[in-house]
Each structure stands twice: as structure tokens, then as C-alpha cells.
């Protein structure tokens, strides 16, 4: 398959100024009539993109088009001799019911209950029709949708113009909107569908009366006042925060359950995943809900930062996305605890970014090449994307970042941007904030070392701080970029801050002095994880037991227990520290910790899935070693508090459902010392389970005690699962976590996995019921690195290779470090890589398997 590069970058020859589409659904077929008004902006002749299409017509100015007139090859029609404004109608042929790949316009659903859905980004439009699928190219679309009559919603971008029956078609009817903004063909929606809908409204701060729909089946309406709220909230905080109104008169969102992520920013018409937008208390997590919320947001905040401001091209992305990610977690931030919200966004980053980084599949902020678009809505672009935007934020100071983020929106509203144009307008009060564009070119996570010396005589302490970061293949070798380390210095005796100081990294190797220091402090570096960074500093143990205590807030306390694990964890960084200070540590503060801020309490102990410390391994990893040094780890902390465990969890009672930070922290708490009881044998934790279970308020206490049960195989748990079946069937997004808990339990076989794979409610074609049983197993490592483990899992990407190459490539993801396995694993990974290369086609999984 050929790359596209970024350095071949073209203007478009045409620009579209209006598009009048006319989509017909009927009962095999769809049938899309466009007419395209296009200007030439250069030399050169129309191209038009298009795949999966059957042309009937094509005529310019009202001619049709001779075959000498135009050639259609692979995925692209050109039109030779264009005069300088070209009228083009044309009309396709489109079958959205055998659409398996769930891009362009497709049926969802199955039975008597489908319905028919757009997912245009990032270029699926193309395959609704020919045009100039790129994001540089901005034209006002107007959308007829036609369709028989037990489609009663019939949906689309912008104002609803026009409704009514179809002539001499009794049972058919017809919507035309308009949508007055210059959009992007990937910023197109439709829905057709028989849906309620959850009314509400929003006076934006400029005065205008905004309809916000959230749209759902009859049986999911109930579970849309959270979503409802968290639209309102996000409508209200991004004009508090960044001075950005809603810009229609009209705000939907649609839940669908076949949904190949989790939702999409479609201008005036979001369409969600159900997953990502649907909540209730029985049904749904906290954590789950938590991030309904921040989702809801995200999709909100891209109103300005991707649809008013958009991408010049996809290599871009990261310019709406890294963006957009940051302004969500700030809003999350503002409704939780900060330092939780830190804590959860840091992990996901260290997890999954940090782990991508490290191997083959590693590639820039702003990816350079690519064969397939899709295979880069990477955690890199967005998560990494999203630190660089912070790193800057903190290096202005909230007044100029506000600055320059009004100087974006002025300068930018309405085209489509690079990222070198955010840098400028970001830069106008300091020119420095330039210097970080080499963050978005250059792939790999930097390592920053370093180490003190005190002089007492001079009453100095110098810090001296080096950066590294791997040469990634096919790149420039690397430069030092811009890091922002954000330090404080602690006082031994009192424990107290001393000094604190932003210090700037942006050479190979840097001196930091502090003076006036009366006796050597304890340092903390990369406070609330100032860079994206890993940090090797020469700690004692006893400096971070030190500032496990002292520090100032509940992400350094975390960070530091975190170094902690790491140390005594993983291997080829020196000498392995002993647990002995961790647990001592750990036990002083937690039961202090429970009372005060009981979901703090939760995530300091945490310690990394076996996963997350695979991911720091680069060489003869062993999967079976790593769990178990990463379980015996678990099991000593759960031994070290078994004597607490049971005041712990009676201090944390069950009460009816409330849905506050405070309440969440205690039932995030609780499942945690749940699990370690059961973990240190506390005789009557089983008891616990079944009891939090049956007397369960919310789905978080209910799927905990679940959880636990099935991963500590309590001889209940099968009866428990089955209850959990029973009560839930009617409900997809909760069978999803039925099938997920079994996929990923601790004692899951490849054969358990094939089972589930073949349960009757098993559907390959709902990527949440998929990623339910597949990502859940993929959770296992020790399970997912053996021959039947990889041959399942291979097999299941061959299946979903040519009907949903996104999904597929996606799931494969997962196995691009095998490369770090110790042999004979390696080798085994390597043979079945190579055989999965010879069945697939998809240039998707193929561009995912390049490295093999
Ligand atoms: N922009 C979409 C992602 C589209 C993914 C296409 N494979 C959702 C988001 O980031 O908000
Ligand atoms: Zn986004």
C-alpha cells in the first residue's frame, strides 16, 4: 500500500461552495444525488474521491461528462478541463446495509429494529459520494433524507428546513436541512431511525436559545439525563474558560449501539456510541459514567477547536484532538478532585502512550507519513498531543494562555489550520512557545536523569538534569526539546517547601542552582507530571517515603508511591529496591487517607497492571515472571493491612445512591479493599461480596463485588454470574461488562475466551461486543503470549480484516511489542505475525503489521 507524506501537501485546484446532497434509503439500497458548486482556486482539474460507489450519472454545467472527460480509477474520479466554476451533479448508488465496516453511511442494528448512521471522519464521506473528501475544503451543505415512513427521525447537520410526504409514495417521508457553517465532508451526519428523544435548552452567553436533543431508543431515554446535564455544563464552562458560545440553534446528539469508537463531533449532530453517552446509576459505573460526562464535553469543545477551526490535512489531527483532549480534562478537573483527574489521566498516559512510544508502531505528535488515516487516532496524537497543550499552558500562565487561545479563535475561526498557525497564535505574548514544535515531530518518550549535590559552605544546592530520548527509526536523530520541570524543595526537619521553581530543560544536559538552602533538602521533580517524561532521579527509598508524606497534593503523593512500585518492580534499572519502605509507608498513611479523601486513598493503591509494567520492558520480557512479581507485590500490601481491611470496609458502609465525588471516592475505596481482603484471605470478605452484591445500590457496587467474586474464583461466582445475566439480558452495555469480566478474569483460557466468542449473544458485528471479550482478554497477558492465546486472537483479526479493517487494526494494536518477548515466546509471536500478514488485506491491518 503507498504512503501519503505530509511534505507533498497541495492546495486544493477546486474549492466547494455549496453542496445540495438528496439521500433516498430503500429497502437493499440507498440511492445519493449531489450537486457540488465548485470554484477553481489554481491550476489543475477537479478530483473527486469515492470508494464503494456505483456511478449513474455525472454531468458538469449540465453536460454530461464524455468517458474522454473524466477518468475513475481506485478510490478517485478527475475531471480534465474544468472552466472556472463547474456545476457538477452526480449521482450514486450506495448499499448501507451490507456496510460492515461502520464508515460512511451504514445500517445499524438488526431485525426489525435497524437503523441507518453516518461516520464520515476521517474519510468516509467518500463513501456516500464523489468529492473532494479532504478537511480543506469548507462548503454549506444542504441534506435532503428520504425514507419509508417507520423511520420516523430523519436527522442531519444545521436547521431543519422542511419536512412532508413524498408524492405518490404513501408510505415515505422527507426532511431538508441546512446547516449554515462551512464544514468539512468529515463533519457530515445523517440519521435515519425510529428514536425518542430528551428535550432541553441552553441561552448561550451571547442570548441565543439553543434546542439541545439527545436522541435514544425508547428503552435508553431513561438513561439520558446525564448526558443532558454534562452537555449544559461543558456548554457553560468553554464560555467560562475560553470565551466560546454555541454557534446554532440547534445541538443534537444520537446514541447508537454499532459505533466504531466512541462518538463523533458531526457539526450540530453528535453521534455517539451508547457506551460513551447512555448512564444510569443501576446501569453504569462510576468510572464509566464519569467519562459519559467527559465525552460529552470533548464532543462539545470540538464545536470551536476541529469544526470552526479544522485541519488543513489529517496529518494535523493532532491539532484538534491534543487540543480538544486538554480542554476536556481540564473540565473533568473541575468536576472532581483535580489531583484524581491528574492521577487517571497520567496512568492512561504511562499505560498506553508510554508503551506505544517504546515500540514499533511509535511515530510524532504530528505523524510525518502514513498508509491509513485511521490507524492514527493513536493515544500519541491524542493523549500526548494533549500534554504538549498543557506543557505550553503552564509555561504562559493561565492570562497568556487566555491570550493566545483569543488570538486562535480570532485569527483562525473558519479555516483550516496547521499546527506551526496554533504555535504563532499561541505565541504572541512569548515568542518561545515556538520552540515546542519539535515535541510534535519527534516520536519517543524522553528519559530525564539527574542528580543533586549540596554544599553546605555555600548553602547551595545544584541540581544537574539530562535529557535522552531513543532514535526512533526512519526519524532525524533526536534533539533536546523544551521540558518544564516543576520543582520544590523540602525541608528534612519540618517537612515544609522551601523553594519551588518551573525549571526549563531544553538542552542535552542542564545546571540548576538554589540558593540560600540552609541544609540538604528532599527534592520533588515533575510535580503534577510537568512534561511527558519519564524521570530517573537518584532517589534513596527514603526521599520518596519522605515526600509520600509531605507533599503538597494528591498527584505528587501518587507519583511518588508510583516510583516507589517501579522501583522494586522492574528490573535492569539498577539495583531493585526492597518493598520494606513502600508497605511501611503505605500502612502510615492510608487508614489518615480513607477518612479524608477515601478515592485518593483508592488510587495510591494502585500498582501498575501487569500491562503497564510490560510496557517499560524493552528486551526478553517474560509475561509469567512480570505478573507474578507485579501479584506478590499485591498480595504483601494486602498481608502488610490485613488487620485493617475489616475496619476499613465497615467504616465505608453502603448508602443509597448519591452521585458526589464523595460518594464515588467511597465506593471506589471500597471495592479496592474488597479485593485486597479477598486477597489476604480475610475470612469474611467473601461474605462482604455477596452482600454488597445483593444489597447492591448502583452498578458500581454491584459489578465490584462481581468482579471480585469471579477473579478470586469464590465458589458462589458462577451462581453470582448467572444472576448478573439474568437481571441485565435486556441490556447490551451491561452484558458488555458480563462478557468482559469473564474475558479478563485472572484464570481466563483461550477455550473460555472461544466460548464466549461463541455465546448466542455474541455479535461480530458490534464493535462494543467485540472489544468486550477481546480487549478485556488482551488484559491478560501471561493468557494472550501463548500459542492458543495468539492463534485466537490472530484469528479473530483475520475475521474482522475485510468486514471492519478499523476495528481489526485496531484490536492489533495490542501486539505490536512482541518484538520485547524473552524467546521462546518471541519467536512463536513472530511465526503467527507473519502468517496473519499472509491472510489479511486491509491496508489497515497490513500498515499495523509492517514491523513484523
Ligand atoms: N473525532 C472523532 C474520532 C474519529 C475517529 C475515526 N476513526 C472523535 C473524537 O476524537 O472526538
Ligand atoms: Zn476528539
Given at each position: 500500500p503507498?504512503?501519503?507524506n505530509?511534505?507533498?501537501?497541495?492546495?486544493?485546484?477546486?474549492d466547494?461552495?455549496?453542496?445540495?446532497?438528496?439521500?433516498?434509503?430503500?429497502?437493499?439500497?440507498?440511492?445519493?444525488?449531489?450537486?457540488?458548486?465548485?470554484?477553481r482556486?489554481?491550476?489543475?482539474d477537479?478530483v473527486?474521491?469515492g470508494?464503494s460507489l456505483?456511478l449513474?450519472?455525472?454531468?458538469?454545467n449540465?453536460?454530461?461528462?464524455?468517458?474522454e472527460?473524466?477518468?475513475?480509477e481506485a478510490?478517485k474520479?478527475?475531471?480534465?478541463?474544468?472552466p472556472?466554476r463547474a456545476t457538477?451533479?452526480?449521482q450514486?448508488?450506495?448499499?448501507?446495509?451490507?456496510n460492515?465496516?461502520?464508515?460512511?453511511?451504514y445500517?445499524?442494528?438488526?431485525?426489525?429494529?435497524t437503523?441507518?448512521?453516518?461516520?464520515c471522519e476521517?474519510?468516509g464521506?467518500?463513501k456516500i459520494?464523489f468529492?473532494?473528501d479532504?478537511?480543506?475544503v469548507?462548503?454549506?451543505?444542504?441534506?435532503?433524507?428520504?425514507?419509508?415512513?417507520?423511520y420516523?427521525t430523519l436527522?442531519a447537520n444545521?436547521n431543519l428546513?422542511e419536512?412532508g410526504?413524498?408524492?405518490?409514495?404513501p408510505?415515505?417521508?422527507?426532511?431538508?436541512?441546512h446547516d449554515?457553517t462551512n464544514k468539512?465532508?468529515?463533519?457530515?451526519?445523517?440519521?435515519?431511525?425510529?428514536?425518542d428523544?430528551l428535550?432541553?435548552?441552553?441561552t448561550?452567553?451571547e442570548?441565543?436559545?439553543?434546542?439541545?436533543?439527545?436522541?435514544?431508543k425508547s428503552?435508553?431515554?431513561?438513561?439520558c439525563?446525564v448526558?443532558m446535564?454534562?452537555?449544559?455544563?461543558?456548554m457553560?464552562?468553554?464560555?467560562?474558560?475560553?470565551g466560546?458560545a454555541?454557534?446554532?440553534?440547534?445541538?443534537?446528539?444520537?446514541a447508537?449501539?454499532?459505533f466504531?469508537?466512541?462518538?463523533?463531533?458531526?457539526?450540530g449532530?453528535?453521534?455517539?456510541?451508547t457506551?460513551?453517552?447512555?448512564?444510569?446509576?443501576?446501569?453504569?459505573?462510576?468510572a464509566?459514567?464519569?467519562?459519559?460526562?467527559?465525552?460529552?464535553a470533548?464532543e462539545?469543545f470540538?464545536?470551536?477547536?476541529?469544526?470552526r477551526?479544522?485541519?488543513?490535512d489529517?496529518f494535523q489531527?493532532c491539532?484538534?484532538?491534543g487540543?480538544?483532549?486538554?480542554?476536556?480534562?481540564?473540565?473533568?478537573?473541575?468536576q472532581?478532585?483535580?489531583a484524581?483527574?491528574?492521577i487517571?489521566?497520567?496512568?492512561t498516559l504511562?499505560?498506553?502512550?508510554?508503551?506505544?512510544d517504546?515500540?514499533?508502531?511509535?511515530?510524532?505528535?504530528?505523524?510525518?507519513?502514513?498508509?491509513?488515516i485511521?490507524?492514527?487516532y493513536?493515544?500519541t496524537?491524542?493523549?500526548?498531543?494533549?500534554?504538549?497543550v498543557r506543557?505550553?499552558?503552564?509555561?504562559?500562565?493561565?492570562n497568556?494562555f487566555?491570550?493566545g487561545?483569543?488570538?486562535?479563535?480570532r485569527?483562525y475561526?473558519?479555516?483550516?489550520?496547521t499546527?506551526?498557525?496554533?504555535?504563532?497564535?499561541l505565541?504572541?505574548?512569548d515568542?518561545k512557545?515556538?520552540?515546542?514544535?519539535?515535541w510534535?515531530?519527534?516520536?519517543?518518550?524522553?528519559v530525564?536523569?539527574?542528580?543533586?549535590?549540596?554544599d553546605?559552605?555555600?548553602?547551595t544546592?545544584?541540581?544537574?538534569?539530562?535529557?535522552?530520548t531513543?532514535h526512533v527509526k526512519?526519524f532525524?536523530a533526536?534533539?533536546p526539546?523544551?521540558?518544564p520541570?516543576?520543582?520544590?524543595?523540602?525541608d528534612k526537619?519540618s517537612?515544609a517547601?522551601?523553594a519551588?521553581r518551573m525549571?526549563l530543560?531544553d538542552?542535552?544536559?542542564q545546571?540548576f542552582?538554589?540558593?540560600?538552602?540552609?541544609?540538604?533538602?528532599?527534592v520533588?521533580?515533575?510535580?503534577?507530571?510537568?512534561a511527558?517524561?519519564?524521570?530517573?532521579y537518584d532517589?534513596?527509598d527514603?526521599?520518596?517515603?519522605?515526600?509520600?508524606?509531605h507533599e503538597?497534593?494528591g498527584?505528587?503523593?501518587?507519583?511518588?508511591t508510583?516510583?516507589?512500585v517501579n522501583r522494586?518492580l522492574?528490573q535492569?534499572?539498577?539495583?531493585?529496591?526492597s518493598?520494606d519502605?513502600?508497605l511501611?509507608a503505605?500502612a502510615q498513611t492510608?487508614?489518615v487517607?480513607?477518612a479524608?479523601?477515601?478515592?485518593?486513598?483508592?488510587?495510591?493503591l494502585d500498582?501498575?497492571?501487569a500491562?503497564?509494567?510490560?510496557?517499560?520492558i524493552?528486551?526478553?520480557?517474560?509475561?509469567?515472571l512480570?505478573?507474578?512479581?507485579?501479584?506478590?507485590?499485591y498480595?504483601?500490601v494486602a498481608?502488610k493491612?490485613?488487620?485493617?481491611w475489616?475496619?476499613l470496609?465497615?467504616n465505608?458502609?453502603?448508602?443509597?445512591y448519591e452521585?458526589?465525588a464523595?460518594?464515588?471516592?467511597?465506593?471506589?475505596l471500597?471495592n479496592v479493599?474488597l479485593?485486597?481482603a479477598?486477597?489476604a484471605?480475610?475470612?469474611?470478605?467473601?461474605?462482604?461480596a455477596?452482600?454488597q452484591?445483593?444489597?447492591?445500590?448502583?452498578?458500581?457496587?454491584?459489578?465490584g463485588a462481581l468482579?471480585?467474586?469471579?477473579?478470586?474464583?469464590?465458589?458462589?461466582?458462577d451462581k453470582?454470574?448467572?444472576?448478573?445475566?439474568?437481571?441485565?439480558?435486556a441490556n447490551?452495555?451491561v452484558?458488555?461488562l458480563?462478557?468482559?469480566?469473564?474475558?479478563?478474569?485472572d484464570d481466563?483460557?483461550?477455550d473460555?475466551v472461544?466460548s464466549l466468542?461463541t455465546h448466542t449473544?455474541?455479535?461480530?458485528?458490534?464493535?462494543n461486543?467485540?472489544?468486550s471479550?477481546i480487549?478485556a482478554?488482551?488484559s491478560?497477558p501471561?493468557?494472550l503470549?501463548?500459542a492458543?492465546?495468539?492463534e485466537?486472537?490472530?484469528?479473530v483479526?483475520?475475521?474482522?480484516?475485510?468486514?471492519?479493517p478499523v476495528?481489526a487494526?485496531r484490536?492489533?494494536?495490542?501486539?505490536?511489542?512482541w518484538n520485547t518477548?524473552a524467546e521462546?515466546?518471541r519467536?512463536m509471536?513472530?511465526?503467527q505475525?507473519?502468517d496473519?500478514q499472509?491472510n489479511?488485506?486491509?491496508?489497515?491491518?497490513?500498515e499495523?503489521?509492517e514491523s513484523?
Amino acid at each position: 500500500p503507498s504512503k501519503i507524506n505530509l511534505k507533498d501537501y497541495t492546495k486544493p485546484s477546486f474549492d466547494v461552495e455549496t453542496v445540495h446532497l438528496d439521500i433516498k434509503l430503500f429497502e437493499d439500497y440507498a440511492q445519493v444525488d449531489s450537486k457540488l458548486e465548485m470554484v477553481r482556486q489554481t491550476a489543475g482539474d477537479i478530483v473527486l474521491f469515492g470508494e464503494s460507489l456505483e456511478l449513474l450519472t455525472i454531468t458538469m454545467n449540465g453536460k454530461a461528462l464524455n468517458t474522454e472527460d473524466y477518468q475513475q480509477e481506485a478510490g478517485k474520479l478527475t475531471i480534465y478541463n474544468a472552466p472556472e466554476r463547474a456545476t457538477l451533479d452526480i449521482q450514486v448508488r450506495i448499499c448501507p446495509q451490507t456496510n460492515t465496516a461502520l464508515e460512511g453511511l451504514y445500517m445499524a442494528g438488526s431485525g426489525d429494529d435497524t437503523m441507518f448512521v453516518t461516520q464520515c471522519e476521517p474519510e468516509g464521506f467518500r463513501k456516500i459520494t464523489f468529492y473532494p473528501d479532504r478537511p480543506d475544503v469548507l462548503a454549506i451543505f444542504t441534506t435532503r433524507l428520504e425514507a419509508d415512513k417507520r423511520y420516523p427521525t430523519l436527522l442531519a447537520n444545521g436547521n431543519l428546513v422542511e419536512a412532508g410526504e413524498v408524492a405518490d409514495a404513501p408510505d415515505r417521508h422527507y426532511a431538508i436541512w441546512h446547516d449554515p457553517t462551512n464544514k468539512p465532508s468529515y463533519l457530515f451526519a445523517c440519521v435515519v431511525a425510529d428514536l425518542d428523544v430528551l428535550t432541553d435548552s441552553y441561552t448561550t452567553s451571547e442570548g441565543r436559545e439553543v434546542l439541545l436533543e439527545l436522541y435514544a431508543k425508547s428503552a435508553d431515554i431513561d438513561k439520558c439525563d446525564v448526558g443532558m446535564q454534562a452537555l449544559k455544563d461543558a456548554m457553560k464552562w468553554d464560555e467560562v474558560n475560553y470565551g466560546r458560545a454555541y454557534d446554532l440553534d440547534r445541538y443534537m446528539i444520537v446514541a447508537v449501539s454499532q459505533f466504531n469508537m466512541g462518538a463523533m463531533e458531526n457539526k450540530g449532530l453528535n453521534i455517539f456510541n451508547t457506551a460513551c453517552v447512555l448512564s444510569s446509576p443501576e446501569t453504569t459505573t462510576d468510572a464509566r459514567s464519569f467519562s459519559v460526562k467527559a465525552i460529552i464535553a470533548h464532543e462539545y469543545f470540538h464545536n470551536w477547536t476541529g469544526n470552526r477551526i479544522t485541519c488543513r490535512d489529517w496529518f494535523q489531527l493532532c491539532l484538534k484532538e491534543g487540543f480538544t483532549v486538554y480542554r476536556d480534562q481540564s473540565f473533568s478537573a473541575d468536576q472532581q478532585s483535580s489531583a484524581v483527574q491528574r492521577i487517571d489521566d497520567v496512568a492512561t498516559l504511562r499505560a498506553h502512550q508510554f508503551s506505544e512510544d517504546a515500540g514499533p508502531l511509535a511515530h510524532p505528535v504530528r505523524p510525518e507519513s502514513f498508509v491509513e488515516i485511521n490507524n492514527f487516532y493513536t493515544t500519541t496524537v491524542y493523549e500526548k498531543g494533549a500534554e504538549i497543550v498543557r506543557m505550553i499552558a503552564n509555561t504562559l500562565g493561565p492570562n497568556d494562555f487566555r491570550k493566545g487561545t483569543d488570538e486562535y479563535f480570532r485569527r483562525y475561526d473558519g479555516q483550516a489550520v496547521t499546527v506551526e498557525d496554533f504555535l504563532s497564535a499561541l505565541s504572541i505574548t512569548d515568542e518561545k512557545i515556538e520552540n515546542f514544535i519539535d515535541w510534535y515531530r519527534q516520536p519517543g518518550t524522553p528519559v530525564v536523569s539527574g542528580s543533586q549535590t549540596y554544599d553546605s559552605t555555600a548553602q547551595t544546592l545544584t541540581i544537574t538534569l539530562n535529557q535522552q530520548t531513543r532514535h526512533v527509526k526512519g526519524f532525524d536523530a533526536p534533539k533536546p526539546l523544551p521540558i518544564p520541570v516543576a520543582t520544590a524543595l523540602f525541608d528534612k526537619d519540618s517537612g515544609a517547601i522551601v523553594a519551588e521553581r518551573m525549571l526549563l530543560l531544553d538542552e542535552a544536559t542542564q545546571t540548576f542552582v538554589f540558593e540560600n538552602v540552609a541544609s540538604e533538602p528532599v527534592v520533588s521533580l515533575l510535580r503534577d507530571f510537568s512534561a511527558p517524561v519519564q524521570l530517573n532521579y537518584d532517589y534513596q527509598d527514603a526521599d520518596l517515603a519522605f515526600l509520600l508524606k509531605h507533599e503538597t497534593n494528591g498527584f505528587n503523593r501518587w507519583q511518588v508511591t508510583q516510583m516507589l512500585v517501579n522501583r522494586i518492580l522492574l528490573q535492569g534499572q539498577g539495583t531493585k529496591s526492597s518493598p520494606d519502605v513502600y508497605l511501611e509507608a503505605l500502612a502510615q498513611t492510608l487508614p489518615v487517607l480513607a477518612a479524608d479523601d477515601a478515592m485518593l486513598a483508592a488510587r495510591l493503591l494502585d500498582i501498575p497492571s501487569a500491562q503497564e509494567l510490560a510496557s517499560a520492558i524493552s528486551k526478553d520480557y517474560d509475561p509469567v515472571l512480570v505478573k507474578e512479581q507485579r501479584d506478590g507485590l499485591y498480595k504483601q500490601v494486602a498481608d502488610k493491612l490485613k488487620g485493617q481491611w475489616a475496619e476499613l470496609y465497615n467504616n465505608l458502609p453502603m448508602q443509597s445512591y448519591e452521585d458526589s465525588a464523595e460518594a464515588r471516592g467511597i465506593r471506589a475505596l471500597r471495592n479496592v479493599v474488597l479485593d485486597m481482603a479477598l486477597t489476604a484471605n480475610v475470612d469474611a470478605a467473601a461474605d462482604w461480596a455477596q452482600q454488597q452484591y445483593d444489597n447492591a445500590s448502583c452498578m458500581t457496587e454491584r459489578f465490584g463485588a462481581l468482579k471480585a467474586m469471579v477473579n478470586h474464583q469464590l465458589v458462589d461466582a458462577d451462581k453470582y454470574l448467572a444472576d448478573f445475566y439474568e437481571r441485565f439480558q435486556a441490556n447490551d452495555l451491561v452484558i458488555d461488562l458480563w462478557f468482559s469480566v469473564q474475558a479478563a478474569a485472572d484464570d481466563v483460557t483461550p477455550d473460555m475466551v472461544k466460548s464466549l466468542l461463541t455465546h448466542t449473544d455474541f455479535d461480530w458485528n458490534t464493535p462494543n461486543r467485540v472489544r468486550s471479550v477481546i480487549s478485556a482478554f488482551s488484559s491478560q497477558p501471561t493468557v494472550l503470549w501463548t500459542a492458543e492465546g495468539l492463534e485466537m486472537y490472530t484469528g479473530v483479526i483475520q475475521k474482522l480484516d475485510d468486514a471492519n479493517p478499523v476495528l481489526a487494526s485496531r484490536l492489533l494494536q495490542v501486539l505490536a511489542r512482541w518484538n520485547t518477548l524473552a524467546e521462546p515466546r518471541r519467536q512463536m509471536a513472530h511465526e503467527q505475525l507473519v502468517d496473519l500478514q499472509k491472510n489479511v488485506s486491509s491496508k489497515h491491518v497490513l500498515e499495523s503489521l509492517e514491523s513484523v
